[in-house]
């Protein structure tokens, strides 16, 4: 029973994490949408601010899904991309999955999925949001707060996370 409550004391005291950290999404060419969603997932239920400083590719984007908007930022240099969903065929090709390119882009908030219908679509080949489209989707970041943030980023994978001086660590793994 102590193995059990000390256990649980640790894993809650890893788990706490202060609404003031700040995770900073960097080239970050994407990967397997089950990793991204346990890790944005992971991020909404934080508290943490996300900022997308550099390009955010594939599975990135779905941090526009999965962490709240008033938490999510875009710095001058972010560049999201777009791709649809894809599998392996029988032959292990890799094929565009059309159920997969529809549940994909129900996840997506609606000014994105209407960017992305207005472009024709998600296709095989990636498309870039960037610039004045992408700061009418995504609210800019606050570049006093944003540059004080990046300075003191930690990098956990493809991801920065940065603290303020008393901000206890992320709760989750570099993978």
Same mark, same amino acid.
């Given at each position: ?76 240099? @972010?560049? %999201? ?13 890799r094929v565009a999955s059309a159920s997969g390119t529809r549940d994909l882009m129900k996840t997506y908030p609606a000014a994105v999925r209407a960017w992305i219908e ?10 870039? %949001?960037?610039g004045r489209a992408l700061a009418a989707i995504v609210a800019p970041c606050d570049? @006093?707060?944003? $540059?004080? $943030? ?26």
């Amino acid at each position: 029973m102590r193995v059990q409550l000390l256990a649980a004391a640790i894993l809650s005291a890893l788990t706490v994490t202060s609404a003031s950290a700040m995770v900073v999404l960097s080239d970050d060419n994407g990967g397997k949408i089950e990793e991204y969603t346990a890790r944005f997932q992971q991020m909404r239920n934080s508290g943490e601010t996300v900022a997308i400083d550099g390009t955010c590719l594939s599975a990135c984007t779905m941090v526009l899904s999965l962490v709240p908007p008033n938490r999510v930022c875009a710095t001058p240099k @972010a560049v %999201l991309g777009f791709h649809a969903a894809w599998m392996y065929d029988n032959s292990r090709n890799r094929v565009a999955s059309a159920s997969g390119t529809r549940d994909l882009m129900k996840t997506y908030p609606a000014a994105v999925r209407a960017w992305i219908e207005r472009n024709g679509g998600l296709k095989p080949n990636m498309m870039y %949001l960037r610039g004045r489209a992408l700061a009418a989707i995504v609210a800019p970041c606050d570049n @006093a707060s944003h $540059s004080a $943030s990046t300075a003191s980023a930690k990098r956990v994978g493809a991801v920065r996370q940065s603290f303020g001086k008393d901000t206890p660590r992320a709760s989750f793994d570099a993978q």
